[in-house]
């Protein structure tokens, strides 16, 4: 796990931004420098603070042994909020996905063609991002609503960032939550978020030995999504072999060939995520 992402610590700081067309962002501060200066921005939109947690600073320098103990306490911390998110999700009947993957391999767009297509089920987006809301901004032109959260120095969204997300964005009963992790395919495959499956992205114009490489991920995701196919007569990229590999490190995943510019495959997920979300309402 990483240790100076921001994840050593009791708790992200937390700061809730509604702008005027009533669209959130929630940004994380994670280290102490960071902290001072959250109170220097402007603030003139109404928006509520959260500074539950005191500053902090991190210790680089900490022994191994005692840094195996605090990223165990971490991740049994994150553990027992993920189960909250679960349970809570699971009472609205809510499908939530957490989409992995490394930048670039096409999740927003994937997304937004998905909402496209998927316009008889309800859905609401978390974005995750280190900065920016454009990701969100994508979403919100396909007319579905989004929440952006910026993690700053942090390389995954944890299930304290979602649970207060989720009380923020607010599900409706028997919908689709898609959660689109940072693009990193490391330390999100150790944090639970509450999802009901992780749905991992991997593009051709990526290395078909990712799987080989990133295994955890891999071994963590219930479906893989082999996006950009329309690329693949220009890239050197074997998607046989590319599929293999995932199966050769989780035996129990589904690969599905995807294109989100040509539509290619996108029935086939949109099947898959109606199938998901019948047993989610059950
Ligand atoms: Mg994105
Ligand atoms: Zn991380």
């Excluded at 708790?11 to 109170?39: F, Q, S």
């Excluded at 089920?121 to 990701?135: C, F, L």
């Excluded at 078909?208 to 007569?233: Q, T």
Aim: net charge negative; proline share 4%.
């Amino acid at each position: 796990m990483c240790t100076t992402c921001g994840c050593g610590h009791s708790g992200p700081h937390m700061h809730e931004v509604r702008d005027a067309d009533g669209n959130i962002t929630l940004t994380v501060h994670d280290h102490e420098h960071e902290h001072a200066h959250a109170h220097e921005h402007d603030h003139d939109h109404g928006h509520s603070h959260d500074h539950a947690h005191p500053a902090h600073s991190h210790d680089h320098d900490m022994p191994a042994g005692r840094a195996i103990a605090v990223e165990e306490d971490i991740l049994a911390r994150n553990d027992a909020i993920a189960a909250e998110n679960r349970a809570r999700l699971a009472a609205s009947h809510v499908l939530a996905l957490n989409l992995v993957s490394s930048p670039g391999s096409g999740k927003t767009e994937l997304l937004t063609k998905t909402l496209r297509t998927l316009t008889d089920i309800p859905s609401a987006v978390i974005e995750g991002d280190q900065e920016t809301t454009n990701d969100a901004a994508r979403i919100r032109a396909t007319g579905v609503r989004a929440l952006q959260i910026n993690t700053g120095k942090g390389c995954h969204l944890d299930a304290q960032m979602v649970k207060r997300a989720i009380e923020a964005i607010k599900p409706q009963e028997n919908s689709i939550l898609f959660i689109e992790n940072v693009g990193n395919l490391v330390c999100p495959a150790e944090f639970d978020l509450g999802e009901a499956h992780k749905v991992a992205v991997l593009s051709v114009t990526e290395g078909e030995d990712k799987p080989l490489k990133y295994p955890d991920m891999f071994r963590a995701s219930s479906l893989v999504l082999m996006n950009k196919i329309d690329l693949l007569p220009y890239v050197p990229f074997d998607a046989d072999k590319a599929e293999a590999n995932v199966l050769r490190v989780n035996p129990k995943a589904k690969v599905l060939r995807v294109s989100a510019t040509t539509g290619e495959g996108i029935d086939k997920w949109c099947a898959w995520l109606k199938a998901q979300l019948v047993l989610a309402s059950l």
